[in-house]
């Protein structure tokens, strides 16, 4: 079996920080929004890395609104249901990593356990 070396980006998502509903930077923070349906009382959830509200180029509000219509919401979206949002922001760094150089961080940092496939305990490659 031939291991890809084909370089792969990876999201390294860091700084997880409970936050107010705009105390978040456009193009700086990824975010995740929790909330409660005030009809349903169904819990949503939804989350946008950071690059994607500054590639849209939308404003911090259309970026909540925005998560909230992906989080499943389809009612309207007024100031009751945005104070009703737990916001989490975060950062995140962008490099390349070839799959060896993956395989190799794994097996230092999970004591040679390798990742597995599809939630299962087969490994994705033999560590060697």
Same mark, same amino acid.
């Given at each position: 079996?031939?291991?890809?070396?084909?370089a792969h980006?990876?999201?390294?998502?860091?700084?997880?920080?409970?936050?107010?509903?705009?105390?978040?930077? *456009?193009? +700086?923070? /990824?975010?995740?929004? =929790?909330? #409660?349906?005030? $009809?349903?009382?169904?819990? !949503?959830?939804?989350? &946008?890395?950071?690059?994607?509200?500054?590639?849209?180029?939308?404003t911090?509000?259309?970026?909540?609104?925005?998560? *909230?219509? +992906?989080? /499943?919401?389809?009612? =309207?979206? #007024?100031e009751s $249901?945005?104070?009703?949002? !737990?916001?989490?922001? &975060?950062?995140?760094t962008?490099?390349?990593?070839?799959?060896?150089?993956?395989?190799?961080?794994?097996?230092?940092?999970?004591?040679?356990?390798?990742?597995?496939?599809?939630? #299962?305990?087969?490994?994705?490659?033999?560590?060697s």
């Amino acid at each position: 079996m031939h291991a890809i070396q084909s370089a792969h980006l990876i999201n390294l998502l860091m700084s997880y920080t409970p936050s107010l509903f705009l105390a978040m930077k *456009v193009g +700086k923070h /990824g975010i995740i929004i =929790e909330f #409660t349906e005030p $009809v349903t009382n169904t819990k !949503r959830t939804a989350t &946008y890395l950071p690059e994607v509200p500054a590639h849209e180029g939308w404003t911090k509000i259309e970026a909540i609104d925005s998560l *909230v219509r +992906k989080a /499943g919401y389809s009612g =309207e979206i #007024t100031e009751s $249901v945005r104070r009703r949002i !737990r916001l989490t922001r &975060y950062q995140s760094t962008l490099f390349s990593m070839h799959y060896s150089e993956y395989i190799s961080y794994v097996k230092a940092t999970r004591g040679g356990v390798a990742p597995a496939i599809n939630g #299962t305990s087969k490994p994705a490659m033999a560590l060697s």
